[in-house]
């Protein structure tokens, strides 16, 4: 793209004043400005998929709460990432994710590593409401490095994106609908038994939660590295 | 094909007709049925072919009493006609004299209040005759619009009609051609969302059933004025029927030239093609659909960018519903004035409604918009039947409300149902007496909803699985007062964070139920009780205790 043909806009949010490329989303000019919009199913590095609604802000003007992770800078735009009517929505979608599944935190790999229990604590959910659903959901630990515990898994999405955009390999996807949904490896085959699996790891390491982590993790002790998302994204841009 | 050769086609079709001084037109939307073959055999036996000309057509109104033959030119109606009534029918024809015992009296009534737009002549042509709908001047608008107008005139002329789409939210259509117009892109492409789901509505079906020639010209026109060749249509493979003519139908227009290169020998080239959709009803959602196309699991995407300036295979997209393609050559062909002239200062035109439930006539009925609710279930629907007493209608499927009794003088047209809690949707309507509990119908919707929702957004996904499961608890008897607070609660995440319409509008039903029969709720959680006695609470407070 020609560089000069991308305009500078100026825009506020929360009452800051900022500039910025009109082809970048809100998300990313809040944050290089150290202004911090929560997240699940965004990571630096993939692409966008808008889905955990987390995100969502207050533009003026518009009726509709917007994802930040989607939605690009305008001219004259007023933000608003923290009232008290998002506050609100967060803590209620985040309750609804706690009441999906399984997440019960003091015997997971990832406890005090996970996205989820970070959020949870910082936007001050201390309980959930809503009746817990908690279906009996399989663990696959076919593949012989990784294991994939369903009830941990809150669909972000990121897996497959990871799994389609970075490596290429697409092993991951979706299955059903709905409540239903599941993430699947190939035709809903055994993770062990996929045939496209490069054993890569990437989504192990861009799940946000404990859903998927690598064997011979006790409690606690499953880290994740997702820093290099962005620059693996780079050199392959680089490259092509 | 010039637009002089589709002219003598039409005289040449019309002409033949004329031929014949008795006419049938047999109208079963079974397919199975074979009341036209019998009577095409019966006429060779008494060797009348060349008298007598039977027409197969796919609707003529009144499903319920089907199958219906009307005698032309005498315009006399019959009902309920079987193999044992083709001699009967055959005397009559040669005496004069109409037989009583078939008469059906009640069509001609039900006509009388409707305004036929989309439905108009499909009581005369046969859905697997191209010619016929040629007969009836069809394709005669694309040919003027191709010879005579500029894209730009058929752009402004839908923009006067004042048509909104009619799949349910009711966006201007003229203002969504002008965005698609005026879109940056080589390749464009015009899509008919023929992904009809709402319980109880099957307007799009029959549309295409009985005369898919009318969506392809429409689609044609529209292609036309946006700047478009490639033209989808997707429809769910629920329809094998409408699936069949509509792909007899491009073949048929291909053959004469009206779809492919060059048609009406001018620089315009179009093609429509299938898509068939696998039975998710979230795929009626434009992005979902556009994506589901595509070949990618059909989830809804955020918008913006819209499919107008980003839809499928990120090229600008029309995208519209097949009612409202069907209304583009009428519009064309009489004028915008004369749409505009229908209908209500805000809602133009007329509007396909699919009567279902407790209601003596079930079946499709047009009606200009802005007509009075009452009118379409009492006059139209015939009323309630078994002499019970009317309760409410639920309109616009999944995302739609039911209405009450005290609401039944409200105009229908795209702001009063608004006012009322429901909106117009597709056209789906379903009629309810005092034998349902709505509660139950609540439950019945979001019960569709939690199966439909596509997983994506986590509002949606568990917010509906939520609602079911409490709804389940008041209709067992087991439900608190603090539940009505949690299923409040829920709507408004539902509302304002989903992600798609589907999940920003699933909580519709029930709001609308907990709006107008909240005594209904109170009476399954306070009392134990269901006023309408649907829900078994008594048999799950016994096994409980």
């Known amino acids: ?32 400005n150290q202004l911090d919009i929560p997240t699940l199913c965004h990571l630096d590095g993939l692409s966008s998929s808008g889905a955990c609604r987390l995100c969502l802000v207050e533009i003026t003007g518009i009726r509709r709460l917007l994802p930040a992770c989607v939605t690009t800078v305008g001219e004259g735009m007023e933000v608003y990432t923290n009232t008290p009517r998002i506050q609100h929505y967060r803590k209620l979608i985040l309750e609804l994710l706690f009441s999906e599944r399984n997440h019960v935190c003091s015997v997971c790999v990832s406890n005090g590593q996970c996205e ?19 279906p009996e959901l399989p663990v696959d630990a076919s593949n012989p490095r990784f294991v994939v515990d369903h009830n941990r898994c809150i669909l972000c999405g990121r897996c497959t994106r990871a799994c389609d955009e970075i490596e290429g390999a697409h092993t991951w996807d979706m299955r059903g609908r709905g409540i239903e949904t599941r993430v699947i490896t190939d035709f809903s085959d055994p993770w062990g038994a996929s045939s496209t699996c490069t054993g890569c790891g990437k989504c192990v390491h861009v799940c946000p939660t404990g859903a998927l982590s690598e064997k011979g993790r006790s409690v606690a002790e499953m880290v994740k590295h997702k820093h290099f998302m962005p620059y693996l994204t780079l050199m392959r841009k680089e490259q092509s | 094909m010039t637009p ?4 003598d086609l039409c005289t040449q079709e019309q002409e033949a007709a004329e031929q014949y001084p008795h006419h049938l037109y047999v109208c079963s939307s079974d397919p199975k049925s074979i009341l036209a073959k019998d009577l095409r055999q019966e006429i060779k036996k008494r060797d009348k072919e060349k008298t007598i000309c039977v027409h197969e057509v796919g609707f003529m109104g009144l499903g319920a009493e089907e199958p219906i033959v009307r005698v032309e030119p005498q315009q006399v109606y019959y009902q309920r006609v079987g193999a044992e009534d083709i001699d009967a029918l055959f005397d009559s024809l040669d005496s004069g004299k109409s037989i009583e015992r078939l008469a059906c009296e009640t069509l001609p009534e039900l006509l009388k209040h409707q305004r036929l737009v989309v439905l108009d002549k499909n009581d005369r042509i046969n859905p697997n005759r191209i010619e016929d709908y040629i007969a009836c001047g069809g394709y005669q608008a694309l040919m003027r619009a191709l010879t005579e107008q500029s894209p730009a005139q058929v752009l402004e002329e839908i923009t006067q009609s004042g048509l909104r789409g009619r799949g349910g939210a009711g966006f201007p259509t003229g203002l969504k051609w002008n965005l698609v117009a005026k879109a ?30 009318r969506v392809l010209e429409g689609m044609l026109l529209a292609g036309y004025a946006v700047g478009a060749s490639q033209g989808y249509i997707y429809i769910r493979a629920e329809y094998p029927l409408a699936i069949k003519r509509l792909r007899l139908a491009i073949k048929q227009a291909q053959r004469l030239g009206l779809l492919g290169h060059r048609i009406g020998e001018v620089g315009f080239d179009f093609n429509i093609e299938l898509r068939l959709g696998a039975g998710a009803f979230v795929c009626g959602e434009e992005t979902a659909l556009l994506g589901s196309i595509a070949g990618r699991r059909g989830t809804p995407r955020p918008r913006p960018p819209y499919p107008a300036e980003r839809g499928l295979w ?7 519903n097949v009612e409202t393609f069907a209304n583009i050559a009428p519009i064309m062909k009489h004028g915008s004035a004369w749409f505009a002239n229908i209908g209500t200062e805000k809602s133009k035109g007329t509007k396909v409604f699919a009567l279902a439930g407790r209601v003596t006539y079930t079946g499709l009925v047009e009606v200009p918009m802005g007509v009075p609710l009452r009118d379409i279930i009492f006059k139209l629907g015939g009323g309630i039947p078994n002499h019970c007493e009317f309760k409410a209608v639920q309109t616009g499927g999944p995302s739609g409300g039911c209405i009450p009794a005290e609401h039944l003088d409200i105009s229908v047209d795209y702001d009063s149902l608004a006012q009322v809690g429901s909106i117009m949707g597709s056209g789906g309507m379903i009629i309810m007496d005092e034998t349902s509990c709505m509660v139950d119908v609540a439950k019945f919707f979001m019960a569709f909803c939690c199966e439909e929702s596509c997983g994506k957004c986590i509002p949606c996904r568990v917010g509906t699985s939520q609602m079911y499961h409490i709804l389940q608890r008041i209709t067992n008897g087991q439900g608190t007062l603090y539940d009505l607070e949690l299923l409040e609660e829920l709507c408004d995440v539902m509302q304002n964070t989903s992600l798609c319409g589907l999940g920003q509008t699933a909580p519709n039903p029930l709001l609308s139920t907990l709006r107008f029969f909240r005594h209904e709720y109170l009476a399954h959680i306070l009392d134990k009780q269901c006023p309408a006695k649907v829900c078994k609470i008594h048999k799950v407070m016994e096994a409980v205790s």
């Open chain 1, 1 to 32: 793209m020609n560089a000069t043909s991308v305009r500078i806009v100026t825009l506020k949010i929360d009452d800051r004043e900022l500039s910025a490329r009109e082809d970048r989303t809100i998300l990313e000019v809040a944050r290089e």
């Open chain 2, 314 to 320: 990120n090229a600008p997209t029309l995208i519209n």
């Open chain 2, 184 to 213: 940056q892109g080589e390749k464009k492409y015009v899509v008919c969302n023929a992904d009809e789901g709402d319980p109880g509505a099957f307007m799009d079906r029959m549309i295409l059933e009985c005369n898919p020639h």
């Open chain 1, 116 to 134: 989820l229990q970070e959020l949870a604590r910082k936007l001050g959910v201390d309980h959930v409401h809503y009746p817990y659903l908690m």
């Open chain 2, 4 to 7: 002089e050769e589709l002219h």
